[in-house]
């Protein structure tokens, strides 16, 4: 079966250090990739996905995720936090050409960052 | 266009009782899922419609019905709540697209048993 493992639990940054959040997948056919974040008190919004070409994919709000197909990763990156980035992030992968387009998301990583 | 919303945002219910969460979409997407939000736990689906008079269980769909009348709503029931339903309930929908399109949430629905 498929499914998503997102290392980190809980991470607490400082304003301008650097993040990446790890997220794997077990699935061996062609997989589309997603990151959602979701705001304190809100619902979940796209930052990003790939589906297929340059595996460095650009997001909102500075974000960035790189597919590593040979690693079964895709790692969400970005170069300098800001203290609106404190928010939950979910990996989620769909097998590309289901018929149902069901998503299975990671377990979630709670990001804090400290003025 | 409103996108997804839900109603209500919150409740509480007692063991044993039962409620109906109503999901609508106007974007006039074929596929709508549900899904409860558990902390560590990620998002999880309950159950998912690909169309119109269609629905199918998701990874946890006891304790849950759905229906799905009309295109643009989609409806999640608990016949008799038990503390364990106790749960962020999200809604999303999306269009069909075999490559895994994205999938758009409402706001959710708190719901509480007591």
């Known amino acids: 079966a498929q499914s998503v493992s997102q290392h980190n639990h809980h991470v607490i940054l400082s304003e301008a250090a650097s993040l990446e959040l790890g997220c794997n997948y077990s699935y061996g056919g062609t997989v589309n990739l997603f990151w959602y974040v979701q705001y304190p008190g809100q619902h979940l919004q796209l930052l990003l996905k790939?589906?297929?070409?340059?595996?460095l994919v650009k997001g909102i709000k500075g974000f960035e995720a790189e597919f590593i197909k040979s690693k079964f990763s895709f790692n969400l990156r970005k170069p300098s936090v800001q203290w609106s980035d404190t928010a939950e992030y979910f990996c989620?992968?769909?097998?590309?050409?289901?018929?149902?387009?069901?998503?299975?998301f990671g377990t979630g990583t709670l990001l804090a960052v400290q003025p | 266009n409103a996108g997804v919303t839900q109603t209500p945002k919150f409740r509480v219910l007692k063991t044993g009782q039962s409620m109906t969460l109503l999901c609508a979409q106007d974007m006039n997407h074929e596929y709508m899922y549900w899904y409860r939000q558990d902390p560590g736990m990620g998002l999880r689906l309950i159950h998912y419609s690909v169309g119109e008079g269609t629905t199918a269980k998701g990874e946890v769909p006891d304790g849950y019905n759905v229906s799905r009348l009309k295109k643009q709503n989609f409806l999640l029931g608990l016949e008799s709540a038990a503390p364990s339903q106790t749960s962020v309930y999200f809604c999303?929908?999306?269009?069909?697209?075999?490559?895994?399109?994205?999938?758009?949430f409402g706001p959710g629905t708190r719901l509480t048993v007591l």
């Open positions: 999303a929908s999306s269009s069909i697209d075999l490559r895994g399109n994205e999938q758009f």
């Open positions: 989620a992968v769909v097998n590309y050409g289901g018929a149902t387009n069901k998503l299975i």
């Open positions: 790939y589906f297929s070409g340059d595996p």
